[in-house]
T-cell receptor
Framework: DADVTQTPRNRITKTGKRIMLECSQT?????MYWYRQDPGLGLRLIYY???????NKGEISDGYSVSRQAQAKFSLSLESAIPNQTALYFC???????????FGPGTRLLVL | GENVEQHPSTLSVQEGDSAVIKCTYS??????FPWYKQELGKRPQLIID?????GEKKDQRIAVTLNKTAKHFSLHITETQPEDSAVYFC????????FGAGTILRVKS
């Protein structure tokens, strides 16, 4: 089955470290998204990409960067991790504005 | 930008009762309104959606209503079952989804 995958699934890191979260999809979708989930705050958009040459900031992009290496791959980087970036991170894909978004399994990040 | 508010934040119902979750949005240009369900430890998954040219949509025990004049939309679950227990998110979209904060639904058997 076509799917969205994320690596790693869990990560513990220290303040100041650089880390990368990776997302791959076999759905053939052009659009890819990175969200952050915190209790009581829902899903907040960090960055999104409508195709390989397109990168857009979302609601909470400060402290994050992304790379769209191919149609199927979209990576999220924390250049210098801080404790308030501790959260559950989801990658998602979609084919259009009014189309279903398909989420990856999530990466649980703890910054000490 | 768009802002979506969702209420209540938690909802407990007896098995077999109905559950209603309400959302309001701020941007009248929003034209797509999906609902996602997230079971414990799982990823969010779409359960139903509605577009701005439709007032109501139903799929078995779930239904969504949209009032564009008032800028609010609601999820209705009838005959609730324990497997309906989850976090539910509404969202509104012009060019990208903006999610509500979520509702924790607990169905007591």
């Amino acid at each position: 089955d076509a799917d969205v995958t994320q690596t790693p699934r869990n990560r513990i890191t220290k303040t100041g470290k650089r880390i990368m979260l990776e997302c791959s999809q076999t759905k053939g979708h052009d659009r890819m998204y990175w969200y952050r989930q915190d209790p009581g705050l829902g899903l907040r958009l960090i960055y999104y990409s409508f195709d390989v040459k397109d990168i857009n900031k979302g609601e909470i992009s400060d402290g994050y960067s992304v790379s769209r290496q191919a149609q199927a791959k979209f990576s999220l980087s924390l250049e210098s991790a801080i404790p308030n970036q501790t959260a559950l991170y989801f990658c998602a894909t979609g084919q259009g504005v009014e189309e279903t978004q398909y989420f990856g399994p999530g990466t649980r990040l703890l910054v000490l | 930008g768009e802002n979506v508010e969702q209420h209540p934040s938690t909802l407990s119902v007896q098995e077999g009762d109905s559950a209603v979750i309400k959302c309001t949005y701020s941007d009248s240009a929003s034209n797509y309104f999906p609902w996602y369900k997230q079971e414990l430890g799982k990823r969010p998954q779409l359960i139903i959606d509605i577009r701005s040219n439709v007032g109501e949509k139903k799929d078995q025990r779930i239904a969504v209503t949209l009032n564009k004049t008032a800028k609010h939309f609601s999820l209705h679950i009838t005959e609730t079952q324990p497997e309906d227990s989850a976090v539910y998110f509404c969202a509104a979209s012009i060019d990208k989804l903006v999610f509500g904060a979520g509702t924790i639904l607990r169905v007591k058997s």
